[in-house]
């Protein structure tokens, strides 16, 4: 049965078996009805490659704050523990696939793919007014996940997937499922499960080529799907998805909004991924 299957792959993958340790003390401390933001920056701190990146972020176009923040304990009190929790899960998981072969896919472009589709979610959902958008922006970021899972577990249909993708001018996902029975949003959903990610991450990634499957995150959901398009139409990076997916009506009337992204929704995402890209693609 595939979802035995899909089990299997991620448990057989020790490299991503679990969130780094990071991740899971910054959780302990804001469940910690006692911690302060001095304790929060006291663990992102004791790892130099994080705390660089989250703050060149915070510095960035992405926030566009009017002032310089130039510590972990700053950045909690500007942006807020939510948020940061939320970027230091994004940060970590970037630095958690060193090993996939090069042969199958550019990883540059694959992260700078997501985190297009990341900024897209963000800005989205800061124009619906949603709260925390920062969730939106790792789910999207988290959406393609589940592909490096079936190159680094599964390298053989990966390869077959693709290929024929490309010769038959077919999308990928869907020889996914014709190949192996199910495919990389599925196998994504399983890895966030596994490490014990909340639902309203879980469902927009199992579901962001199907939005209308969602029950629980439906307008979540949305957003990252029309964010995936949105990335894949403006060209910045790639999952290994030649063509541009189709794009669901269930989206756009879930988001209940205009029937298309304006010209300045794109241009803000252009400024905000290329900000994203510098802060945390760049050593």
């Known amino acids: 049965c595939s979802s035995d299957l899909i089990t299997n792959l991620v448990e057989d993958c020790p490299t991503v078996a679990s969130l780094p340790s990071v991740y899971h003390r910054i959780t302990e401390v804001m ?9 929060f920056g006291a663990v992102v701190s004791e790892d130099p490659g994080l705390t660089a990146r989250l703050l060149r972020l915070v510095n960035s176009a992405f926030y566009n704050l009017p002032s310089e923040v130039d510590s972990v304990t700053q ?3 500007v942006i807020g523990t939510n948020q ?5 899960l994004a940060t970590s998981v970037i630095s958690m696939f060193d090993d996939v072969p090069a042969e199958f ?8 793919h997501s985190l297009a589709t990341g900024v897209a979610c963000r800005v989205l959902a800061t124009e619906r007014g949603e709260a925390n958008v920062e969730r939106l922006f790792v789910a999207g970021l988290l959406h393609d ?3 490096l899972l079936i190159f680094m577990g599964n390298p053989d249909d990966a390869i077959d997937c693709m290929t024929r993708a490309r010769e038959h001018g077919h999308l990928v996902y869907v020889l996914e499922q014709e190949v192996m029975g199910y495919d990389h949003a599925q196998v994504g959903k399983t890895l966030l499960s596994a490490w014990r990610l909340p639902e309203s991450l879980q469902e927009p990634v199992e579901f962001h080529h199907n939005p ?5 995150f439906g307008v979540d959901t949305a957003i990252v799907h029309i964010a995936d398009v949105t990335a894949h139409s403006l060209l910045l990076g790639n999952s290994g998805e030649q063509f541009i997916p189709p794009l669901s009506d269930a989206a756009w009337y879930r988001m209940n909004g205009a029937d298309s992204v304006s010209p ?5 995402i252009e400024i905000q991924y290329s900000a994203a890209v510098q802060a945390i693609l760049s050593e």
Do not use: Q
């Open 264 to 268: 300045a929704t794109f241009a803000e």
């Open 31 to 39: 469940s910690d009805p006692y911690s302060s933001s001095g304790d």
């Open 212 to 216: 209308k499957n969602a029950r629980r």
């Open 84 to 88: 940061l929790h939320d970027l230091v």
């Open 145 to 147: 996940i589940g592909r």
């Open 105 to 112: 896919i550019d990883m540059e472009s694959f992260w700078r």
């Open 75 to 77: 950045a909690l009190s």
